[in-house]
């Protein structure tokens, strides 16, 4: 079947820290692959996507490329900011199937 | 243009209670989508639609119902809460106009005890 495992958190970095959270997939075929982002009290917004392999994906800073070698998607970006704390989720989707990671907590300190 | 709206925001029901989580889209999406979201747990999908008067099992349909008689509304139902359905619910809708790329956009949830 299909699946993401995620970077467990929390994680906690200053602010203009170098940021990765990793994201490995399984899947029956070629999915697409997403980062959404959960502020607090909020519903998922995506911040960004790939369908292919060797995609990258980017948003506000944040970047992923999509490896299909390593069935991987990680999360990069090269300075975050306090605004960047949230919880982020990694996803795949194979036609009518969804599944995300469990959620990695970040907080950044000024 | 309001996106995806959910009522109610929170609610406590006794076990046994029947209850229906209401959700709107004003995008003219052809997809809807219900998740469930427990404590550090991802999103688990419960059922989607694909259209007006077409829906279909997701990865944990047990213990609810689902209806889709209008492309705007894509309620959920629980007919016998239990404890275990404590969770967040999150309703989501996207295009489908194509899959590999489709964004959904998600509701703001509706946090929902059972006791």
Same mark, same amino acid.
Request: glycine share 8%; net charge positive.
């Given at each position: 079947g299909n699946s993401v495992t995620q970077m467990e958190g929390p994680v906690t970095l200053s602010e203009e820290a170098f940021l990765t959270i990793n994201c490995t997939y399984t899947a029956t075929g070629y999915p697409s692959l997403f980062w959404y982002v959960q502020y607090p009290g909020e519903g &998922?917004? &995506? &911040? &960004?996507?790939a369908t292919k392999a060797d995609d990258k994906g980017s948003n506000k800073g944040f970047e992923a490329t999509y490896r299909k070698e390593t069935t991987s998607f990680h999360l990069e970006k090269g300075s975050v900011q306090v605004s960047d704390s949230a919880v982020y989720f990694c996803a795949l989707r194979y036609n009518n199937d969804m599944r995300f990671g469990a959620g990695t907590r970040l907080t950044v300190k000024p | 243009?309001? !996106?995806v709206t959910q009522t109610p925001?929170? $609610? @406590? *029901?006794? @076990?046994g209670q029947s209850m229906t989580l209401q959700c709107a889209q004003d995008?003219?999406?052809n997809y809807m989508y219900w998740y469930r979201q427990d404590p550090g747990m991802g999103l688990k999908l419960i059922y989607y639609s694909v259209g007006a008067g077409i829906t279909d099992k997701g990865e944990v349909p047990n213990g609810y119902n689902v209806s889709r008689s209008t492309t705007e509304d894509f309620p959920l $139902?629980?007919?016998l809460a239990a404890p275990s359905q404590t969770s967040v619910y999150f309703c989501a809708s996207s295009s489908g106009s194509q899959l590999s790329t489709d964004t959904q956009y998600f509701g703001p !949830? %509706?946090?929902l %005890?059972? *006791?």
């Open positions: &998922l917004q &995506l &911040l &960004l996507k | 243009n309001a !996106g925001k929170f $609610r @406590i *029901l006794k @076990i995008m003219n999406h $139902r629980l007919e !949830g %509706t946090r %005890t059972v *006791l």
